[in-house]
């Protein structure tokens, strides 16, 4: 069963700056679409921006110019670097990853990491 662990989330300023990191335990990423979503409270879970295996990205807009997603197929790890953040993107942000595994679909979530973008 393949694990997604979460980490860099916390607490910053609006205009300040994280990047989330989410490590893989097995070298999925090169072989795998993968995403980050995100959840606010009463909210519902929300992608924010993906990238497949052949490294095409697409973004939310509300986050699009600000946010850049990329991987390290070697450190089997995804970063989220997010830049200007606005009190809006306060949330737990989730990774991802869904697809064919041994033959049956099937869909991994971190643990999630909370962003906390204080005004």
């Known amino acids: 069963q393949v694990q997604l662990v979460e980490s860099g989330g916390g607490l910053v300023q609006a205009g300040g700056s994280l990047r989330l990191s989410c490590a893989a335990s097995?070298?999925?990423?090169?072989?795998?679409?993968m995403g980050w979503y995100r959840q606010a409270p009463g909210e519902q879970r929300d992608l924010v921006a993906a990238i497949t295996s052949g490294g095409i990205i697409e973004y939310a807009d509300s986050v699009k110019g600000r946010f850049t997603i990329s991987r390290d197929n070697a450190k089997n790890t995804v970063y989220l670097q997010m830049n200007s953040l606005k009190p809006e993107d306060t949330a737990v942000y989730y990774c991802?990853?869904?697809?064919?595994?041994?033959?049956?679909?099937?869909?991994?979530w971190g643990q999630g990491t909370q962003v906390t973008v204080s005004s």
């Open positions: 097995e070298n999925i990423f090169s072989t795998h679409a």
């Open positions: 991802n990853v869904a697809g064919i595994f041994s033959g049956w679909f099937r869909s991994y």
